[in-house]
């Protein structure tokens, strides 16, 4: 694979990854705003997803590829949710591991983006031990 194709591969993986986040992030909010009516932390949610907002690039639409996408089917348990803390789990799960994809591929091509993303990561593992201590209530 030449430098540019691999370049452009990372791209890809970043544009995936950046919207995978944001995603989860979302769901998490939302929960905690409609749900739980929670506004400490869905504006810490809030505030994360905003911060995210530097990452995007519209040119990195271009290596965008969902028809070739080789894991865009769900798989079971993915489509198995039978209550509202399976939803909050698989979406922190979700939304810290593309933190960590991204703050990784970022090394490669901007480092403050990979502290940005640093700093998203750990910020979701606080409003996860937040939201989980209350629900213990």
């Known amino acids: 694979m ?3 194709e691999t370049s452009e591969k990372i791209e890809r993986l970043i544009d995936a990854n950046l919207n995978r986040l944001k995603e989860g992030i979302r769901v998490i909010e939302d929960i905690n705003r409609y749900i739980y009516n929670d506004k400490s932390l869905t504006s810490s949610l809030k505030t994360l997803r905003h911060k995210l907002q530097s990452a995007y690039d519209q040119n990195r639409l271009q290596y965008r ?11 079971s348990s993915e489509l198995s949710r039978s209550s509202i803390n399976d939803l ?13 994809v991204l703050e990784e591929s970022f090394k ?10 640093k700093e998203v990561r750990y910020g979701l593992y606080a409003v996860e031990k937040t939201f989980f201590m209350k629900q213990k209530k």
Do not use: G, W
């Open 65 to 75: 590829d969902i028809e070739n996408d080789v894991q865009k089917e769900s798989i």
């Open 2 to 4: 030449t430098k540019a």
């Open 88 to 100: 909050m789990i698989a979406n922190f799960s979700r939304a810290q591991e593309s933190a960590r």
């Open 108 to 117: 490669l091509i901007d480092h403050t983006l990979s502290e940005l993303c």
